[in-house]
Protein backbone atom coordinates (compact mmCIF):
# COMPACT_ATOMS: atom_id res chain seq x y z
CA UNK A 1 0.00 0.00 0.00
CA UNK A 2 0.75 3.30 -0.85
CA UNK A 3 1.44 5.99 2.02
CA UNK A 4 -2.35 7.84 1.16
CA UNK A 5 -3.76 4.35 1.16
CA UNK A 6 -2.50 3.45 4.10
CA UNK A 7 -3.58 6.47 5.69
CA UNK A 8 -7.07 6.25 4.15
CA UNK A 9 -7.47 3.14 5.34
CA UNK A 10 -6.56 3.67 8.91
CA UNK A 11 -9.05 6.17 8.68
CA UNK A 12 -11.61 4.25 7.36
CA UNK A 13 -11.47 1.23 9.99
CA UNK A 14 -11.40 4.48 12.78
CA UNK A 15 -14.85 5.54 11.39
CA UNK A 16 -16.33 2.04 10.77
CA UNK A 17 -15.56 1.46 14.83
CA UNK A 18 -17.16 4.64 15.67
CA UNK A 19 -13.90 6.30 17.08
CA UNK A 20 -15.22 9.97 15.69
CA UNK A 21 -13.29 11.49 18.04
CA UNK A 22 -10.13 10.11 17.14
CA UNK A 23 -10.99 10.10 12.88
CA UNK A 24 -11.31 14.19 13.53
CA UNK A 25 -8.10 14.30 15.20
CA UNK A 26 -6.41 11.79 12.41
CA UNK A 27 -8.37 13.77 9.84
CA UNK A 28 -6.86 17.58 11.10
CA UNK A 29 -3.25 15.97 11.07
CA UNK A 30 -3.52 14.83 7.53
CA UNK A 31 -4.98 17.92 6.41
CA UNK A 32 -2.07 20.07 7.98
CA UNK A 33 0.04 17.38 6.43
CA UNK A 34 -1.50 18.24 3.14
CA UNK A 35 -0.24 21.93 3.54
CA UNK A 36 3.44 21.64 4.87
CA UNK A 37 6.63 21.39 2.20
CA UNK A 38 6.91 18.27 3.85
CA UNK A 39 4.33 16.57 2.34
CA UNK A 40 3.97 13.41 -0.27
CA UNK A 41 2.84 15.89 -2.90
CA UNK A 42 1.53 13.29 -5.77
CA UNK A 43 -2.39 13.75 -4.98
CA UNK A 44 -3.27 16.23 -2.16
CA UNK A 45 -6.35 16.75 -3.86
CA UNK A 46 -7.22 13.34 -3.29
CA UNK A 47 -6.57 13.17 -0.05
CA UNK A 48 -8.31 15.97 0.67
CA UNK A 49 -11.55 14.49 -0.81
CA UNK A 50 -11.80 11.65 1.05
CA UNK A 51 -10.96 13.56 4.97
CA UNK A 52 -13.72 16.29 3.79
CA UNK A 53 -15.91 13.45 3.00
CA UNK A 54 -14.99 11.18 6.64
CA UNK A 55 -15.32 14.72 8.13
CA UNK A 56 -19.03 14.95 6.96
CA UNK A 57 -19.61 11.46 7.86
CA UNK A 58 -18.54 11.77 11.56
CA UNK A 59 -20.98 14.86 10.95
CA UNK A 60 -23.99 12.72 9.73
CA UNK A 61 -23.52 10.26 12.50
CA UNK A 62 -23.77 12.86 15.40
CA UNK A 63 -26.72 14.37 13.45
CA UNK A 64 -24.93 17.50 12.22
CA UNK A 65 -26.44 17.32 9.06
CA UNK A 66 -26.10 20.96 8.37
CA UNK A 67 -21.95 20.56 9.00
CA UNK A 68 -22.23 17.06 6.91
CA UNK A 69 -23.75 19.09 4.30
CA UNK A 70 -21.22 21.57 3.91
CA UNK A 71 -18.14 18.97 4.52
CA UNK A 72 -20.23 17.47 1.47
CA UNK A 73 -19.46 20.32 -0.62
CA UNK A 74 -16.09 21.46 0.40
CA UNK A 75 -14.49 17.40 -0.36
CA UNK A 76 -15.30 18.69 -3.94
CA UNK A 77 -13.57 21.86 -3.69
CA UNK A 78 -9.71 20.18 -3.86
CA UNK A 79 -6.82 21.01 -5.64
CA UNK A 80 -7.15 18.76 -8.99
CA UNK A 81 -6.07 15.17 -8.67
CA UNK A 82 -5.02 11.63 -11.15
CA UNK A 83 -7.35 9.64 -8.93
CA UNK A 84 -10.61 12.07 -9.10
CA UNK A 85 -9.67 12.53 -12.57
CA UNK A 86 -9.62 9.28 -13.32
CA UNK A 87 -12.46 7.41 -11.36
CA UNK A 88 -14.55 11.24 -9.76
CA UNK A 89 -15.77 11.31 -6.20
CA UNK A 90 -17.01 9.17 -3.55
CA UNK A 91 -20.76 9.47 -3.14
CA UNK A 92 -20.98 7.56 0.27
CA UNK A 93 -22.10 10.98 2.10
CA UNK A 94 -23.89 12.14 -1.14
CA UNK A 95 -25.79 8.85 -0.61
CA UNK A 96 -26.09 9.22 3.01
CA UNK A 97 -27.78 12.33 2.50
CA UNK A 98 -30.05 11.70 -0.14
CA UNK A 99 -31.25 8.82 1.81
CA UNK A 100 -32.59 11.05 4.53
CA UNK A 101 -34.10 13.77 2.08
CA UNK A 102 -31.19 16.33 1.79
CA UNK A 103 -31.44 16.89 -1.99
CA UNK A 104 -30.82 20.51 -2.34
CA UNK A 105 -27.26 19.95 -0.65
CA UNK A 106 -26.69 16.79 -2.80
CA UNK A 107 -27.99 18.44 -6.28
CA UNK A 108 -25.62 21.23 -5.42
CA UNK A 109 -22.64 18.84 -4.72
CA UNK A 110 -23.63 16.88 -7.79
CA UNK A 111 -23.48 20.11 -10.12
CA UNK A 112 -19.93 21.04 -8.37
CA UNK A 113 -18.84 17.62 -9.63
CA UNK A 114 -20.13 18.40 -13.06
CA UNK A 115 -17.84 21.58 -12.99
CA UNK A 116 -14.88 19.82 -11.70
CA UNK A 117 -15.78 16.45 -14.33
CA UNK A 118 -14.23 19.31 -16.89
CA UNK A 119 -10.51 17.37 -15.96
CA UNK A 120 -12.17 13.88 -14.84
CA UNK A 121 -12.94 10.89 -16.58
CA UNK A 122 -15.87 11.44 -19.71
CA UNK A 123 -18.42 8.54 -18.59
CA UNK A 124 -18.56 9.56 -14.87
CA UNK A 125 -20.45 13.11 -16.73
CA UNK A 126 -23.63 10.78 -17.76
CA UNK A 127 -24.16 9.20 -14.42
CA UNK A 128 -23.92 12.43 -13.14
CA UNK A 129 -26.58 14.29 -15.34
CA UNK A 130 -28.66 11.15 -14.61
CA UNK A 131 -28.44 11.89 -10.69
CA UNK A 132 -29.08 15.05 -10.95
CA UNK A 133 -32.15 14.60 -12.97
CA UNK A 134 -33.24 11.77 -9.97
CA UNK A 135 -32.90 14.28 -7.53
CA UNK A 136 -34.77 17.47 -9.55
CA UNK A 137 -37.58 14.37 -10.20
CA UNK A 138 -37.49 14.06 -6.18
CA UNK A 139 -36.40 10.22 -6.31
CA UNK A 140 -33.39 8.65 -4.66
CA UNK A 141 -30.06 8.50 -7.07
CA UNK A 142 -29.35 5.10 -7.80
CA UNK A 143 -25.28 5.69 -7.07
CA UNK A 144 -24.54 1.84 -7.29
CA UNK A 145 -20.88 0.67 -6.60
CA UNK A 146 -20.25 4.97 -6.51
CA UNK A 147 -20.74 4.68 -2.86
CA UNK A 148 -18.02 2.61 -2.10
CA UNK A 149 -15.76 4.05 -4.71
CA UNK A 150 -11.91 5.02 -3.01
CA UNK A 151 -12.94 3.29 0.54
CA UNK A 152 -13.15 -0.23 -0.46
CA UNK A 153 -9.38 -0.44 -0.23
CA UNK A 154 -9.76 -4.70 0.37
CA UNK A 155 -12.39 -7.01 0.87
CA UNK A 156 -12.85 -6.82 4.74
CA UNK A 157 -13.28 -3.20 4.26
CA UNK A 158 -16.10 -3.22 1.60
CA UNK A 159 -17.89 -5.88 3.19
CA UNK A 160 -18.27 -3.38 6.53
CA UNK A 161 -18.80 -0.28 4.17
CA UNK A 162 -21.62 -2.23 2.46
CA UNK A 163 -23.00 -2.84 5.78
CA UNK A 164 -23.03 0.65 7.01
CA UNK A 165 -24.46 1.75 3.59
CA UNK A 166 -26.76 -1.13 1.94
CA UNK A 167 -27.06 -0.43 -1.31
Same mark, same amino acid.
Given at each position: ??????????????????????????????? *? /???? #? &? =???????? !???????? @?????? *? /???? #? &? =???????? !???????? @????????????????????????????????????????????????????????????????????????????????????
Amino acid at each position: MNYYTTVIKNLIDLFLDKKFAVVEEEIRAVL *E /ETES #D &Q =APRKDVGF !IKHICYTL @LGLVAF *E /EENI #D &Q =ASKYLIES !IHVPESPV @LKTFGASMLLAYKLSRIGDNKNVELFLVECKKAAAWWYIPLLFKLSKWISSLKKGQKPQFEKNIYLHFAIDKNLLERLENYAPL
